[in-house]
């Protein structure tokens, strides 16, 4: 995970200098030809701001998860309250659940959440089943209908769940703070085509930082995946 954005660090700080260098021999024949310092702004401020934005829809999209998560855990455990020897005392309903359960963390937890499995879909099918024959049993119908939604809720939110799976940030955001942080590194180049000894400071200042802010943000671009992944929780049924 972290050697993506060393590469890109580096390729970074080599493009700005070998632009440089290029920019430092036409300042030497003809100084006017180069940007003055105050250029740097225009294309460092659009990648700053290219940036903040991948970040705020990083960040919207974790929080998303975390609520998704919650929501899912929740449904479950009302649901499972529902079932307990001192309500329903639905066995079977209990039963379901827990298979449930087992099913999405050992399969769409474990793939990123990416695609629905078929194991997880025939967990939902028996709590259905179960569902329907708690309502021909002739239990209240308030209590019917109020596991239904609960059973609606926990569909919805693993819906939502593998759709913030599978969609994540868009990818041209990233493509386009890769390309603006090139970029970025030529015009801190071409502003020091005087100095170049002070340019490859400033060039390598500036792929550290980029390098570095990039991983941070991609540590948390898959909010299923990686250190700081969204968990299902604890669920105790």
Partial sequence: MTLPFIVVGAVAFFLGTAFLAVFARQAA??????????FVGTITTAWALSLGFTA????????RASQVASEERSSMMRLAGMAKPEALASTELLAGLKAYKDA???AEWQNG?????LVVEQALQSIRLVLIGLAKAGHPDPVIAQMVQDFDELQDARNS????????????KWYLVLFLTMLSAIVVGAV????????????????????????ILALHANPYVGVAQVTLGDVRL
Avoid: Y
Avoid at 56 to 63: C, H, L
């Fill in 104 to 106: 999405v963390v050992s």
């Fill in 161 to 172: 769940r593998l759709a913030i799976g599978t969609s994540s940030v868009n990818q041209l």
């Fill in 29 to 38: 024949g003809n100084p006017l030809t180069m940007p003055v310092a105050a």
């Fill in 56 to 63: 705020a829809d990083v960040w919207s999209v974790n929080s």
């Fill in 192 to 215: 020091h085509a005087d100095r170049p000894h002070a340019g490859r400071k400033a060039i390598l200042i500036f792929a550290v930082t980029a390098g570095v802010s990039l991983w």
């Fill in 113 to 117: 959440n990416r695609a629905p499995e």
